[in-house]
Structure formats: structure tokens, C-alpha cells
């Protein structure tokens, strides 16, 4: 009964090899976000889709990017990855009415190790 | 954007026994929502308790409870009656058209 689903669970790449990680979910919400997490950390705001509309964080590095071609799917790539984007992302959604509003679903996480 | 501050990295509690967790924040707006998240070690971030900026009442769910203070820009949350399951990284987080801000969490020990 899984609704906000992240693909992979864990994903291992090469220093500068690009890396996309994929969110995928069942609950009709507007909005979805990818969250940078580090080790014991507050989940960090990367950015987010109200529908079609892009919201990027100033701070966010353009090494970042990410893509949403449907309501249901939205992916993060990493263009090319440093040791220091190593990290766990997670992917929430947001905005629908069955969740009550404003409350966040989020996936399990794509945990990355850069090599 | 909101900023929200959780200043006890780390808190533990005897089973059974109650705790409170601290969280301030600060906004500019008056329409906006104040949550606990719960993050078990390597498990998915699920909701505790919401609370919207516009009711007095404060929000309770089971075992858990705030105590809002909106002038004072507080946001603490009570666990009555901890449980071992109740370890976990707890987020503060508050959230404005569609922008969700977390604080930097507190770690909750539950000791047998």
C-alpha cells in the first residue's frame, strides 16, 4: 500500500559519475520535494514542484536538477557527484486533500555512497 | 523563508515516564503549520502531530500532545507514557505556501 515510492533504496556511484534517483506516487498530491539528508541532520530543501512550477533554493548547487513529467513521477539527477553529495534524499508530497493539508508524505529515501 | 530551531540534540526518558520536546520557530506569516515528524534509525519519516497556526487548541494524538504558544513562537512536544518504540530523531518542522522548514532535531533515547 506503499504511496510515496523512491527508487533505489541505495545507489552507489563513481566521483563525477551522473546518478538519477526516481519518486513515484499514488496519492494525486500537487506538489512533490526532494530533501537532502546527511548523517543525523535536518532534511534540507533541494527543491519543489507545485504541478509544473519549478521551486528552486538559492542555495541549491546546479549540480542538482531535477524533472517532472507527470503528476505522479519526479526525479532528482546529479549531474556530477562529489564525495560531499553523499547522502540520503528523500522525496515528499504534499497539497492533497485526503492528507489533510499542508501534511508531507515521504518516501523510505534513495540512500547514496559516492566512491 | 521560516526558520525553526530545536535546541536539545539529544533527550532520554525511562519508559512509562513523560518527556517534552522544545522547538521555537520563527515566521512573518500568519497563515502556516507546525508539525513533529518522527524518524526511526533507517526508516521512513512518518507524521506525529500537526498543529495549524490559527486554532488555540492545542493538538493532541494518542500519547502525544504540543503545548502551542504562538507568541511566543513555541512549539514543544509531550510523549505521556513513552514506549521503547518511541526511539527515534523527532523534527520540528513548520510549513508556508507549500514551503516545509525542519528544525535540526532531537535524538530521544528510551530507556527499559
Known amino acids: 500500500d506503499a504511496m510515496v515510492i523512491q527508487n533505489p533504496r541505495y545507489q552507489v556511484t563513481q566521483f563525477g559519475k551522473p546518478v538519477t534517483l526516481s519518486c513515484s506516487q499514488t496519492?494525486?498530491?500537487?506538489?512533490m520535494y526532494w530533501y537532502q539528508q546527511k548523517s543525523s541532520q535536518a532534511p534540507k530543501l533541494l527543491f519543489h514542484?507545485?504541478?509544473?512550477?519549478?521551486?528552486n533554493e538559492a542555495d541549491t548547487p546546479d549540480n542538482f536538477q531535477s524533472r517532472r513529467p507527470n503528476t505522479s513521477f519526479c526525479f532528482l539527477d546529479i549531474r556530477s557527484p562529489g564525495l560531499g553529495d553523499a547522502a540520503m534524499y528523500l522525496c515528499?508530497?504534499?497539497?492533497?486533500?485526503?492528507?489533510?493539508?499542508?501534511?508531507?508524505?515521504f518516501g523510505a529515501g534513495s540512500r547514496l555512497t559516492v566512491l | 523563508a521560516q526558520t525553526v530551531t530545536q535546541s536539545q540534540p539529544e533527550m532520554s526518558v525511562q519508559e512509562a515516564e513523560t518527556v517534552t520536546l522544545s522547538c521555537t520557530y520563527d515566521?512573518?506569516?500568519?497563515?502556516?503549520?507546525l508539525f513533529w515528524y518522527k524518524q526511526p534509525p533507517s526508516r521512513q519519516m512518518i507524521l506525529v502531530i500537526r498543529q495549524e497556526a490559527y486554532k488555540q487548541q492545542n493538538a493532541t494524538e494518542n500519547r502525544f500532545s504540543v503545548n502551542f504558544q504562538k507568541a511566543a513562537k513555541s512549539f514543544s512536544l509531550k510523549i505521556s507514557d513513552s514506549q521503547l518504540g518511541d526511539a527515534a530523531m523527532y523534527f520540528c518542522a513548520s510549513i508556508n505556501n507549500n514551503d516545509m522548514r525542519f528544525g535540526a532535531g532531537t535524538r530521544l533515547t528510551v530507556k527499559p
Open positions: 496519492l494525486n498530491h500537487n506538489v
Open positions: 514542484y507545485y504541478d509544473k512550477d519549478f521551486n
Open positions: 515528499a508530497t504534499g497539497g492533497g486533500r485526503a492528507s489533510g493539508a499542508n501534511v508531507l508524505t
Open positions: 515566521t512573518s506569516e500568519s497563515d502556516y503549520y
